[in-house]
């Protein structure tokens, strides 16, 4: 499973860290995503990490402010965001993909298998 940790309330151009904590798989098998769903929208991809941590992608309005990273050591994945804003207010999840040992970041929601619970991330105005 994933175990999100993190998230909470900011103000606007404030920071956050969320993690994703990996049990009974190892994680530097999967490339991994960042996801995130505000209400009434679909979920969108945020951005992503390849399995061995060489390549990051990231969507286009969070590019320049989204740092993924990961620890493949301690099987966790971070998501780094700063210059928030109220746009960003939505629940965050990691997922792992479907791909094993993939070298590229899927953008839809359907190239990963497993979600962590989700986080809250709400950004004040």
């Known amino acids: 499973q994933l175990v999100q940790s993190g998230g909470g309330l900011v103000q606007a151009g404030g920071s956050l860290s969320l993690s994703c904590a990996a049990s009974?798989?190892?994680?530097?098998?999967?490339?991994m995503g960042w996801f995130r769903q505000a209400p009434g929208m679909v979920r969108e991809f945020v951005g992503g990490i390849t399995a061995s941590g060489k390549m990051t992608d990231y969507a286009g309005v969070v590019k320049g402010r989204v740092t993924i990273s990961r620890d493949n050591t301690k099987n966790t994945v971070s998501l780094q965001m700063s210059s928030l804003k109220p746009d960003d207010t939505a629940i965050y999840y990691c997922a792992a993909s479907r791909a094993v040992y993939s070298t590229t970041v899927a953008q839809s929601t359907g190239e990963y298998w497993l979600w962590g619970q989700g986080t809250q991330v709400t950004v004040s105005s």
């Open positions: 009974g798989l190892t994680l530097s098998t999967y490339a």
